[in-house]
């Protein structure tokens, strides 16, 4: 357990935990249910023998069977009280010592008779020589020849042919014993059952666990290492363990194209900013030693390529960092009719624009229109006699369409072109053709904005780039 770690603050000691407990409080549960149902069961079993025994004395005390004759059960399983109206014991079982529940707490016959000499007693009582449909149960103790027990006691009444009314208690013994041994096997069963399937909800949960830590142990290795080439192992039961693993392979795989992608954007950066710094460096140098030699225009052209290379670097650097533009209203035909006027005097080749009307969207005049110069400025650098500009807006969108009459972009270079620092024209010098940044950033701000920057070929040769924006 690593240090600081509290002792069930694995995953695993967790489930085995709620696992048990969960068990513990469904079997305590189907315990008790158990119990209450034998137990209620146990009950109405006593219940009925108990009315037997007493409806058999009583249908001897209906026929006219003296009190003293009566045959009672001498088993100390059904103890029997025979009381009369005014609970007076009139006949008890054979060796009861002491009862509770009845008619009467007195386990010794008084001797008295029932029949006329009974005050309510009558020639013309309707009731004489009958035994009594209903039936109270009443739960009590008997100790019959020293054995106490728990008992169900039913109480019957019958009426004598003498008259008189007469309450009979039978008991039959509640069966506790086999409660007993009922909860005992429980209390005995239960934790052994819980420490059973704690031990293997333990185990199971280990084994379930097992390729995530070897997806943690892998993933410290490669924090310590700094290798994102390594890749976590991904198990072969395509659950959802697996799913983990292979989405934390995809994200290590995306860092790692993001974090070369950085490198390789710092090395370049670094690359391109030292050529100009050199330049101007040397030129400053040279003036400071021979003033009549100092290159004021190249060190202004130095200066400007510097704050040139220096803004679309900090454009990149906010767009990755996944700066949301702003949401202003741009009518994207008037950007370029401003910059197709403003080329109209110093391009190199002419620009035609096509398509009449407003091309509103939602973002940044700034960056769009910094979209829009390095469109046409990459379209003037290759053309050769003609660079169209087309604008179009349908189904919720508006699309710029770019094309030069130059020698077109190759199809397996369509997409690296839009990759950071990425010439096609190397053999040229760089002042001529660019940092290679410019086609980057266009497609970063453009995707920014909601739509997408791609490069085809023209219709009649040449490049063409179609840039697409939702419409505001």
């Known amino acids: 357990m690593p240090r600081g770690r509290r002792p069930f603050a694995s995953v695993r000691s967790r489930a085995a935990l709620a696992a048990t407990a969960v068990v513990a409080v469904a079997l305590v549960a189907a315990g008790l249910t158990v119990l209450l149902t034998l137990r209620g069961s146990l009950a109405r079993q006593s219940d ?14 209906a026929v006219g069977t003296p009190v003293a004759r009566l045959d009672l ?27 509770s529940g009845t008619g009467s707490r007195s386990v010794t016959p008084s001797g008295a008779r029932t029949g006329k000499d009974d005050d ?14 209903d039936v109270r149960y009443s739960g009590g103790r008997a100790t019959v020849d020293h054995d ?16 008189g009314t007469v309450v009979v208690y039978a008991g039959a013994r509640l069966a506790t014993q086999a409660v007993g041994s009922v909860t005992q096997a429980m209390l005995l069963g239960l934790p052994l059952l819980l420490v059973v399937v704690g031990g293997v909800t333990w185990l199971v949960t280990r084994r379930a666990l097992r390729p995530v830590e070897a997806i943690r142990a892998e993933m410290a290795a ?11 192992p991904v198990p072969g039961s395509r659950d959802e363990v697996a799913g983990l693993a292979e989405t934390t392979n ?31 460096r040397t030129q400053l140098e040279v003036a400071a030693a021979h003033p009549h030699l100092l290159d004021v ?13 220096a803004a679309g670097l900090l454009l990149l650097a906010r767009l990755d960092a996944g700066e949301r533009p702003r949401h202003d209203r741009v009518d994207l035909g008037e950007l370029v009719r401003e910059e197709v006027a403003h080329r109209a005097a110093t391009g190199r080749v002419p620009v035609e624009v096509s398509g009449t009307g407003a091309f509103e969207v939602l973002g940044s005049a700034a960056q769009l229109d910094r979209v829009l110069v390095n469109l046409l400025d990459n379209a003037q650098r290759h053309a050769a006699s003609a660079v169209r500009v087309g604008l179009a807006a349908a189904g919720g969108r508006v699309t710029l369409r770019v094309t030069d009459d130059g020698p077109g972009v190759p199809p397996a270079d369509r997409e690296r072109i839009f990759e950071r620092f990425v010439r096609l024209d190397d053999a040229r010098a760089r002042d001529e053709g660019g940092a290679g940044l410019g086609l980057a950033i ?28 939702p419409a505001g």
């Open 120 to 133: 309510h007693g009558g020639d013309d009582d309707p009731r004489r020589g009958e035994v009594s449909t």
């Open 148 to 163: 106490a027990a728990d008992y169900r006691f039913a109480a019957v009444e019958a009426t004598p042919p003498a008259g």
């Open 48 to 61: 009925l023998q108990a009315e037997i025994i007493a409806r058999e004395v009583a249908a001897q005390v």
């Open 250 to 280: 995809q994200t290590l795989g995306a860092l790692e194209r993001s974090v070369e992608r950085q490198r390789r954007f710092v090395a370049d950066a670094s690359h391109e900013l030292r050529s100009p710094l050199a330049s101007l």
């Open 222 to 232: 490669i924090t310590s290492a700094g290798d994102l080439a390594r890749r976590v």
């Open 73 to 99: 059960p001498d088993s100390e399983d059904h103890p029997v009280q025979v009381v009369d109206e005014h609970g007076r014991v009139l006949a008890v079982t054979k060796d009861l010592d002491a009862i």
């Open 442 to 469: 266009a497609r970063g701000v453009a995707r920014a904005h909601g739509g997408d920057l791609t490069a085809g070929e023209a219709p009649g040769g040449g490049s063409a780039f179609e840039l697409w924006l």
């Open 297 to 309: 225009d190249g060190a202004v052209q130095d200066v400007v390529r510097l704050q040139d290379l």
